[in-house]
């Protein structure tokens, strides 16, 4: 989540997203001061008391548990004739084996993932996040060669950021969510930032979606957004 400063100009939305390090370096540095984790720490920051509101919402610990049955099933089409689709999984180091054994058995209990009785399979490796901690990883390249593509496209990330300054107040791609803010009406853009977050969050909490706090940047200027495209 990041708030626009109020002199952001169009141009400044279009520039290139190749970024010199030094710059690149200062605004990673101020991204840190602004992580929900580091507004906790701080009652004067003026994002706090609106962060402490929606604890259940914004959480260190966001609830283990499915979001309500939207009558959705999502399904993978396969080009006609297809036979099954297997990939053996190789060796692995032993701690990569307990992270994800950890990770299937945590998830299990709480009802996210079953046991899978598909014909197709896939190896499971892990990589380090930028916090250290490991995400998991799906080979899934021989069944992705043998997908009929979705018809539904993707969000483009450049037309989402040139798209910004049309949209009311916050766009999503995937599972992230873009609040953008800046002075009118008489309110400072710190004023509206917290009012469209209060907004955003009143939307999460009615449909039970939760955010994990160490991954959430309030109120900074300029932030690092999905990386360079």
């Known amino acids: 989540m990041v708030l626009l400063k109020s002199e952001t100009s169009p141009e400044d939305l279009n520039a290139s997203s190749v970024m010199d390090e030094d710059v690149l370096e200062g605004i990673t540095k101020q991204r840190?001061?602004?992580?929900?984790?580091?507004i906790l720490k701080n009652p004067e920051d003026p994002v706090y008391p609106l962060v402490k509101e929606y604890s259940d919402v914004v959480s260190k610990h966001p609830p283990s548990q499915l979001p309500p049955d939207r009558g959705v099933r999502h399904e993978i089409d396969l080009v006609p004739g297809t036979i099954y689709?297997?990939?053996r999984q190789?060796?692995?180091?032993r701690e990569q084996c307990e992270v994800?054994?950890?990770f299937f058995a945590e998830k299990a209990k709480s009802g996210m993932v079953r046991e899978s009785k598909s014909p197709h399979s896939t190896p499971?490796?892990?990589v380090r996040k930028p916090n250290g901690k490991w995400r998991l990883v799906h080979a899934y390249n021989q069944l992705n060669n043998a997908m009929v593509p979705?018809?539904?496209p993707i969000p483009r990330k450049d037309v989402l950021l040139n798209n910004i300054p049309l949209s009311t107040f916050?766009?999503?791609y995937f599972d992230d969510i873009f609040v953008h803010s800046r002075a009118e009406d008489g309110q400072t853009a710190m004023e509206m930032h917290l009012k469209h977050l209060r907004r955003v969050f009143d939307v999460m909490r009615a449909n039970?979606?939760?955010a994990n706090i160490d991954k959430c940047v309030f109120a900074a200027e300029e932030i690092k957004v999905l990386g360079c495209f």
């Open 32 to 38: 840190a001061t602004r992580l929900g984790s580091q």
């Open 85 to 87: 689709r297997v990939t």
């Open 90 to 93: 190789w060796p692995l180091p």
């Open 100 to 102: 994800i054994d950890a």
């Open 124 to 126: 499971t490796f892990c």
């Open 150 to 152: 979705a018809q539904t």
């Open 170 to 172: 916050a766009q999503t």
């Open 208 to 210: 039970k979606l939760y």
